[in-house]
């Protein structure tokens, strides 16, 4: 596309095709929430049964995913950055969705390994052969679930650069929301085809069931891949933009008080990369360290463990029909989220109105501060499921849409303080601080889970796992508040990074 003319852009209809390139980085998230949450809906009814597993030996799946996504997303970042946006992405839903689906191999991996012949050797082990059949599966869904993290941690960089790429800066938290909000629906969808498709595997005799569920939600990662490798192209060589959006697009870099030279100096600003190891000099990027460290783990204990919570205390399989509704009902709620990433906007607006000129940054803690108060409902969650099961759901979904809000935001204050070049490599940390969150709540809980069950912890009223919950949720519900303070004091105005 030749360069931007003011004139023709002001007598053109703007394409709104960067709302494409949105809903395309919104079916990947959802397709990556969704090849997350496969483990998570059968390995309480399917899984475990079939391998032995304690909570322990879930936990410490999920919490290895957590850590080797962790440290994917510090590199992730940086891969997406050197690599570029469209051949980086194609990278990571590759691998994703290959790591998906080497999951159902892992039974078939157990069985050879261990000389059985059949699935039913599996079930009806005890003593020793159990143990070592736990022990055993357990290595080869680390070895896929590996795979999976390495891919699924390059989804947030690029998409995070994506939007920094076509939206302008006053939009990019809104259309962040948007696409992010794909982890709920991923998670939405999820309990009403993930248990179907096991169990109509399952009474076909294909395997155990979920070994198919793996496959066929993996395979739909390969799909986006045509869609992407078909639409995607920078803005400024998309034939789908024109230059009325492209004008839209680059807002940002039109100032109409900057010369020439000023304009030559924010290019660069915009186009330096910052060494890597650099990056860390910045208070900018310990705050977003710490936001997401104290948070992220939050979502992941959510998305990884309501579904074992709701059998646990409430005795409900999640393929059972009130089951499959609970954990729709959830993640119906956290759908609000896609109206968190707008409030900053609304704030700027509302300030404008007075005369006010307040930058996004601002904007967005304000926005965030609300957001931090939401979780804390979460420590009464474990008390009012004595009220009723439908309880602690609900505040679970409204914690679980104000952590979509609050991230959305956190992820876009990367993109007011970090030049353009950085701003995956900066995301890849805050990913790698998430997964380390993620890893520590999530093998302290299955660690704290078993130990409650078999001592009978008493927490107040609550005995058992249930008292281990209610120890989880009240961590949950202060992260927000600590993560907003630790955020403030580190930046406690706006203040971009300009790289010489």
């Known amino acids: 596309m030749a360069n931007t003319s003011p004139l023709a852009a002001a007598n053109q209809k703007m394409t709104n095709f960067r709302w494409t390139i949105c809903l395309l980085l919104f079916l990947a998230t959802t397709v990556n929430y969704m090849d997350r949450q496969v483990l998570s809906l059968t390995w309480k009814e399917f899984i475990s049964p079939e391998f032995h597993w304690t909570d322990s030996d879930y936990g410490t799946i999920t919490a290895v995913f957590s850590i080797v996504y962790a440290i994917a997303n ?20 590759g691998v994703w969705s290959a790591g998906a689906c080497l999951h159902a191999a892992c039974g078939w991996a157990t069985e ?22 736990s022990t055993v599966s357990v290595y080869f869904f680390l070895a896929a679930r590996t795979i999976l993290a390495l891919g699924e941690a390059g989804n947030f960089p ?24 794909g982890s709920a629906v991923g998670a939405l969808v999820a309990p009403f085809t993930i248990g179907p498709l096991a169990r109509f595997f399952q009474s076909i005799g294909w395997g155990n069931g979920w070994e198919m569920a793996f496959i066929v939600i993996g395979a739909l990662g390969f799909v986006w891949m045509g869609f992407w490798v078909f639409l995607y192209k920078e803005p400024a060589q998309n034939p789908r933009v024109n230059e009325a959006e492209l004008a839209y697009i680059e807002q940002d ?5 900057e010369s020439a030279r000023e304009k030559a100096e924010i290019e660069d600003c915009e186009t330096a ?14 705050a977003v360290f710490f936001g997401k460290f104290l948070t992220d783990g939050v979502w992941w204990f959510f998305l990884f463990w309501t579904p074992a919570y709701i059998t646990d205390v ?7 029909g009130t089951g499959m509704l609970m954990i729709f009902v959830l993640y119906l709620i956290t759908m609000l989220s896609i109206y968190g990433g707008k409030l900053p906007t609304i704030l700027m607006n509302r300030a404008a109105a007075k005369g006010i000129e307040e930058n996004p940054y601002s904007a967005r803690m304000k926005a965030m501060f609300i957001f931090a108060l939401f979780p804390l409902l979460a420590l009464f969650a474990q008390p009012l499921a004595e ?6 759901i609900i505040i679970i979904g409204i914690a679980g849409a104000a952590h979509q809000s609050w991230s959305a935001n956190i992820y876009s204050v990367v993109g007011d303080m970090f030049p353009k070049s950085t701003i995956a490599t900066i995301i890849g940390i805050g990913g790698m601080a998430g997964g380390i969150g993620s890893f520590c709540i999530n093998k302290g809980s299955g660690v704290l889970f078993d130990y409650a069950a078999q001592t009978q912890l008493s927490m107040f009223s609550f005995t058992g796992k249930p008292a281990g919950y209610f120890i989880v949720f009240c961590i949950c519900g202060v992260a927000y508040l600590l993560g907003w303070c630790i955020m403030k004091l580190l930046v406690p105005r706006y203040k971009k990074i300009e790289v010489a």
């Open 74 to 93: 510090l590199l992730a970042g940086r891969f997406i950055d050197w690599m570029g946006t469209k051949k980086g992405y194609l990278w990571a839903i």
């Open 112 to 133: 050879h390994t261990l000389g059985l012949h059949e699935a039913t050797d599996l079930l009806g082990a005890t003593g020793e052969l159990a143990l070592m059949i």
């Open 158 to 181: 690029a998409a995070i650069k994506v939007t920094a790429e076509y939206f302008p800066k006053r939009d990019r938290a809104y259309a962040t929301s948007i696409f992010n909000a």
């Open 253 to 257: 870099n039109d100032t109409p008080d």
């Open 273 to 286: 990369t910052i060494p890597f190891w650099q990056c860390f000099k910045y208070p900018q990027t310990w």
């Open 314 to 320: 409430f005795e409900l399989s999640t393929s059972s």
């Open 387 to 392: 009220v009723s099961q439908w309880m602690p």
